[in-house]
């Protein structure tokens, strides 16, 4: 499900790094969502969680310093589209994580595919031409 393939590059290198990253996070919550025991979960949630929390400061802000240096006109657009993932994060880890763990980790499943599906695909790749007349690969 969460396999990164060349189709999903944006031609800068760094960029598609970090993006690997995202599925590879996305990975590791699907295989947590589709585990069907009756087991505790929470430490592996909690920790994908973390580390989703950090990536996503790192990515966005990566993203807004690059399109602000070079005075992308879709900056403000693009950046408010971040926000709501911001936000949408957060109102998943507001919620009673431990008692609904199984939850947690399909709502988690689903905010990576959107994020790819409706973020990258579509509005990352609004920067690929003009990041690259910009010289940077
Ligand atoms: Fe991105
Ligand atoms: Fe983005």
Do not use: C
């Not at 295989?31 to 990536?55: G, N, P, T, W």
């Amino acid at each position: 499900m969460f396999k990164w393939k060349p189709e999903f590059s944006v031609n800068v290198e760094e960029i598609d790094k970090q993006h690997k990253r995202l599925f590879e996070l996305g990975g590791r919550i699907y295989d947590i969502a589709s585990l069907k025991d009756s087991f505790d979960h929470y430490d592996e949630i909690m920790e994908v969680l973390d580390e989703l929390r950090s990536y996503t400061d790192y990515h966005f802000k990566y993203e807004e310093k690059l399109m602000t240096r070079y005075n992308f006109e879709g900056y403000e657009e693009h950046s408010f589209e971040h926000l709501f993932f911001m936000k949408k994060l957060d109102r998943i880890e507001k919620k009673d994580i431990d008692s609904a763990q199984n939850e947690t980790a399909l709502d988690l499943v689903k905010f990576v595919a959107n994020w790819i599906e409706d973020h990258i695909l579509k509005s990352d790749m609004k920067y690929k031409d003009f990041f690259n007349s910009k010289g940077i690969r």
